[in-house]
């Protein structure tokens, strides 16, 4: 018998959406359904849960100010109740996520890495730390720095920040309440490194470059918190020659598959994970079954793939065939307005 997972959709509200959606994944009918509003909140673009799934944490907008919201999880509906938030003047962060007691955020526009402490509420408290990046790249995107993603490395030892602007991976050692850098890596000048996924045995890592349209497979040295590269592949098929902005990198629970997302050509590229070296293998490109796919999300059953289609306004299911990777789409699309984030509750 199938089983109802919760999902949530962060999402730009330059037009008509209003905060958080909230929706489900019916397994068993293969189907997306139950989309609501959770949350009111201005540009909540990224969604992070703690790891005991009980507090939510959002980026969120107000006027002038940015930063991020907390919100507890009902265990009963899978609503979410506001907590509290905290603000700076400027624009908001890119991206948040959450280990333990700390949340760091991601500034595109500030080009800052901040860190925050969450209290045993689940409330962000009110003190926090911030590094401000400088510098710049070959690309007219890269007029200066232009963090991307800040997250936590496998042990928890370090957070990994990924600039789009100065195509550096830098890793900060979190130390009392400040951050401290302990590595740098420079990627191909002119690349805009996005995000950074982890395989499941902490030993590789894969980076995805927004203005190249690649992957990057990095060793991982969780001794020092540094990286080597090995492997750079391309997420668009060599005849392609229109402009493409990579966007998601996911990989499978076993570790065997990784998906990219690309914005333009509008499909997602599945590779296969030789489990000897991590190094890549292009098996597939499919569509994404609309326009923009800015984010994609795989299910806790590793069976079905959720894609956000950001200028269609809408999520698109994918089903996924765990023993080859790949992807097929399925008849079920579910209307929300400028998703830009999935995230799975479980």
């Not at 959770?38 to 703690?50: D, L, M, R």
């Not at 830098?170 to 740098?184: D, F, G, I, P, R």
Request: with cysteine; aromatic share 10%; net charge neutral.
């Amino acid at each position: 018998m199938g089983k109802n997972y919760t999902g949530y959709v962060g999402t730009y509200t330059r037009e008509n959406s209003e905060g958080i959606y909230k929706f489900s994944l019916n397994t068993e009918a293969k189907k997306l359904e139950n989309v609501e509003l959770v949350a009111k909140v201005g540009n909540p673009t990224f969604i992070a849960f703690s790891e005991d799934h009980k507090h939510a944490y959002a980026v969120c907008k107000d006027g002038d100010m940015g930063g991020v919201a907390s919100y507890e999880v009902k265990a009963d509906s899978g609503n979410l109740r506001y907590l509290n938030r905290r603000l700076q003047r400027g624009a908001s962060p890119c991206h948040v996520e959450v280990k333990s007691q700390h949340l760091s955020s991601g500034n595109y526009h500030e080009g800052t890495v901040t860190l925050y402490h969450i209290n045993s509420r689940g409330s962000l408290e009110t003190d926090y730390f911030v590094v401000q990046h400088e510098g710049h790249g070959p690309h007219e995107r890269q007029e200066k720095s232009h963090v991307h993603f800040t997250g936590f490395t496998p042990d928890g030892k370090y957070i990994v920040v990924c600039d789009l602007g100065t195509d550096e991976i830098a890793t900060y050692q979190a130390a009392a309440k400040n951050l401290e850098k302990v590595a740098s890596y420079q990627v191909k000048g002119g690349s805009g490194p996005r995000h950074i996924a982890f395989h499941p045995n902490g030993k590789w890592a894969y980076v995805i470059t927004e203005l190249s349209s690649e992957i990057i497979v990095l060793d991982y040295d969780a001794s020092s918190g540094s990286f080597r590269e090995k492997q750079t592949v391309s997420t668009l098929p060599a005849a392609f020659k229109g402009k493409n902005d990579a966007s998601a990198i996911k990989l499978s629970a076993d570790g065997k598959y990784v998906y990219a997302a690309n914005r333009g050509h509008n499909s997602l590229a599945v590779f296969h994970v030789d489990m000897a070296s991590g190094e890549l293998k292009h098996t597939q490109q499919i569509a994404s079954g609309g326009d923009f796919p800015r984010d994609f999300s795989l299910d806790p059953s590793g069976k079905f793939v959720v894609v956000a289609n950001q200028k269609s306004n809408h999520l698109v299911l994918f089903s996924r065939d765990e023993a080859n990777g790949k992807l097929e789409q399925l008849s079920s699309v579910v209307n929300v307005p400028e998703g830009v984030c999935v995230q799975f509750l479980s």
